[in-house]
Every structure is written in structure tokens, then in C-alpha cells.
């Protein structure tokens, strides 16, 4: 497969992107000058989120969901996808970077500022995973859409021999078009279509998101989700990222506000889960965080040692239970020191605790090298500066309540 690029009139210049005798639609290719105009977290292609680490070289969507994480890097008024550098050139930056372990890094592509199933992106998204695949990685793959998926793209991910990818359908069942424009019943659709095929190497999970009080709650829209997550191989459920940006744009926009405060976690009241726990029961494989459901639709340990949260387990799988129970080691102090002094950042860290649930350390400006640390060793590493809550899984305060800290 080859890039070619053809410039229009004025500054960008679009590509087609070559398989066979096919040329494939895809995205404009930016200018070196367009690029470095961008806010500098835009620049930042390559960046690591608790879930993996993300590649993000094209940027831009038209879906308009209210809610989109594009508001917090100056990105929103972005609807065309464009493309910040070739594929191949994104490719050998993500496994060069220097939080990139071959075999080890949980790796997600396109999640923070486009769908890697839109009509233009969706070579790209391909083109990235068979590079990746061809350099024999065994990397998690995470890719997330909302779009429609077609019956050509179980053949092709059934190509990749050896990244365990696993495909997650975003549906939220909000009817409200001002919140989310584009229907939860394509990715509705895309998740049945996907989940078919009795072979496939790829797996499914039902990424049940954003769950928001008074908006998609209803006992109904409770029971509908639980019907759909029988086609998956497992589903995630998780609240809203409200952030200031977002609020600022529900404020401007008269959008009805979920909640009168803004927080850096994601939102899921204590009331809400207990509802969704009750109406799931112990019928399908269900989970509150999306690595644990990715680890277990691979049949691996969860790649973010939630089992130390001990009461993070207790809707889990008991076969799922024994894997994380025998990965579950707590690293020694020396042993973290050791993993984090090949960060140039890690020089900075200082272990202030280990115990069976969780190392706490201080000292790491951003989040980003903890998440390298927690997947070198499949163990939590928490910030002394953001203490997690019992009971509450990393989430956001508002809306619980009579809970104590963890430590
Ligand atoms: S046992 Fe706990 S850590 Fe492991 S997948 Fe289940 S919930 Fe996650």
C-alpha cells in the first residue's frame, strides 16, 4: 500500500491512499505551517491515556456530539478530518516514542479528535493497523467509533495476525439531536454486524457511554442497553466527562447541563450504577472500566491492575477473577524506581507508598509517565496529589457520598 498526495489550489493538499487498484478516499494532508498553528495539545500526535497510548495524526469530525473531549484541545470548530503527517510517518513515531514497549503498550488509534470509521478516515485506520501488524506486535488495539462498519471489514481485520484488536462501539441511547446529532442505532448496527461472524480474530465490546442522569437513565433506556450487550463480547459503562470546556459550550448552546459543577474524572452517581447493576444482574459480561473488558475479551489480566481496587471486582467474571488474581503482583520500591528511571521524567518521581491496591507517587508533572508505569507493571500507580475513594473506581465525587479514602 502507498500515500500519494495531490495538491489542490490554496494550502492544503488531499490524498488518495492506494490498495490494489483501489484508490480510497482520505483525509487532507496539512501544510508543515498549518500544523505548527495548531494548539500545541493538537501537535501532540502521540499521548498517553489510561486506557493506551493514543495516536492522533488525523484530527476533525462532523459527528457534533456535544460532549466531545475535542472542546479541551482547541479543537471543536474542527469538522473536516485532516491529516497532521502520513500514515506511516504517525506509525513510526507511536512506536518509536519513548513510552512504546513492543508487546506490552496498550495502544489506541483515532479516539481523541475524529472516528476511525469515517468514509475518509477509515484507510487510514487500516493502513495504521496492518503497518503495526506487520511489524509482528502482539499490542492491545483499541479502536472506537460510532460509525457504520460494512460486512468488508470483518475480512480485512481477520488479516491481523498478531495485535489482539478489539473494536468499541460507542452507543449511548440519547435521543436528545442538539446533545448527540448522529443516532446510537448505526453503532447499534455496527456492533451486531461485527459480533456476527462466529470466527474472527478481532473482538467486541459495547462501549456504553455516556450514561447521564435525566438524559438516557430511563428504566427503558436501561433495558434496551442491557439487550444490546448480549451481542458483544463484553460491555463497558461509564459517565460524562464534564469538563469547563464542555459546560462553557452546553452554557452557550442552551443544552440542558447534567450537572452545576465540572469535574477531571468521569461522572457515574452512586444511585445510577446501582440501577445499572440491577437491571444487568450477572446475565453478560459487564465492566466499569475499559481496560478490564478489553483484558478479558482477550482472556488476559487486566493491563491496569484494577484488581488491587479490590471492590472494583465484584461484578467480574469469576474465570476473569482467578487470571487478574494470579497476574497480581505488588512491585517492590526498588523495582518501580528501576521501571521509571528509563523516563527522563522518572528521575523526578518519589514512591511515597506501595500496598496490595496501589503505589502512590509524587513528584510526575502529567499523567502520562503513571500510565507508563502502570502497564510496565500491570499494577495501579496513583498521584499522592488525586487520591482515589473507596467504592467510588476512579470517578468523579459528585454524586456519591458516605465514602472514605482509600489510603
Ligand atoms: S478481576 Fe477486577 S481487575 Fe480483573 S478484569 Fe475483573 S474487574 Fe478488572
Known amino acids: ?47 498517553y491515556r489510561k486506557s493506551g497510548l493514543s495516536l492522533n495524526h488525523i484530527q476533525g469530525c462532523p459527528l457534533d456530539c456535544a460532549y466531545c473531549i475535542r472542546h479541551t484541545y482547541g479543537l471543536w470548530d474542527q469538522r473536516q478530518p485532516r491529516a497532521l503527517m502520513p500514515d506511516a510517518e504517525a506509525v513510526r513515531q507511536l512506536v518509536q516514542h519513548r513510552y512504546f514497549q513492543p508487546h506490552v503498550t496498550p495502544v489506541q488509534v483515532f479516539n481523541r479528535a475524529t472516528d476511525p470509521f469515517l468514509p475518509a478516515v477509515r484507510a487510514h485506520t487500516f493502513a495504521v493497523l496492518e503497518d503495526l501488524d506487520r511489524r509482528g506486535l502482539t499490542n492491545h488495539l483499541l479502536v472506537i467509533t460510532r460509525y457504520q462498519m460494512i460486512p468488508a471489514d470483518v475480512e480485512r481485520l481477520n488479516q491481523l495476525l498478531h495485535l489482539k484488536v478489539t473494536l468499541l462501539f460507542t452507543y449511548s441511547g440519547i435521543e436528545n439531536t442538539r446533545i448527540e446529532p448522529y ?63 464542555i459546560a462553557a459550550y452546553y452554557r452557550a448552546n442552551h443544552l440542558p447541563e447534567p450537572y452545576d459543577e465540572t469535574a477531571r474524572r468521569k461522572i457515574v452517581p452512586e444511585t445510577l450504577e446501582q440501577r445499572v447493576l440491577a437491571v444487568f444482574g450477572m446475565s453478560v459480561p459487564l465492566f466499569r472500566k475499559t481496560s478490564c473488558a478489553v483484558s478479558y475479551v482477550h482472556g488476559m489480566p487486566d493491563y491496569n491492575g484494577h484488581y488491587g481496587i479490590r471492590e472494583m471486582c465484584d461484578i467480574c467474571p469469576l474465570s476473569q477473577l482467578a487470571r487478574c488474581a494470579g497476574a497480581h503482583r505488588a512491585p517492590t520500591r526498588k523495582c518501580l524506581e528501576q521501571v521509571a528511571a528509563v523516563l527522563p521524567e522518572g528521575h523526578q518521581m518519589e514512591v511515597v507508598e506501595i500496598d496490595e491496591r496501589a503505589a502512590v507517587v509524587s513528584g510526575l508533572d502529567t499523567e502520562q509517565p503513571r500510565y507508563y508505569l502502570q502497564h510496565a507493571l500491570g499494577f495501579q500507580v496513583h498521584d499522592v496529589a488525586h487520591p482515589h475513594r473507596t467504592r467510588r473506581h476512579g470517578r468523579a465525587d459528585i454524586g456519591w457520598k458516605d465514602t472514605t479514602d482509600d489510603d
Request: proline share 7%; charged share 25%.
Open 1 to 47: 500500500m502507498s500515500w500519494h498526495v495531490f495538491t489542490l489550489p490554496g494550502h492544503v493538499a488531499i490524498g488518495g491512499i492506494v490498495r490494489g487498484d483501489l484508490v480510497t478516499p482520505s483525509v487532507p494532508l496539512l501544510a508543515k505551517e498549518q500544523v505548527e498553528r495548531l494548539p500545541e495539545r493538537a501537535r501532540e500526535v502521540v499521548e
Open 183 to 245: 443516532p446510537s442505532r448505526v453503532a447499534a448496527g455496527s456492533l451486531k454486524l461485527m459480533s456476527a461472524p462466529s470466527r474472527r480474530r478481532y473482538r467486541t465490546v459495547l462501549y456504553w457511554r455516556p450514561l447521564v442522569p435525566g438524559l438516557n437513565d430511563s428504566d427503558e433506556h436501561l433495558h434496551r442497553a442491557c439487550e444490546l450487550a448480549r451481542y458483544a463480547d463484553a460491555t463497558v459503562f461509564t459517565g460524562l466527562f464534564y469538563r469547563d470546556e
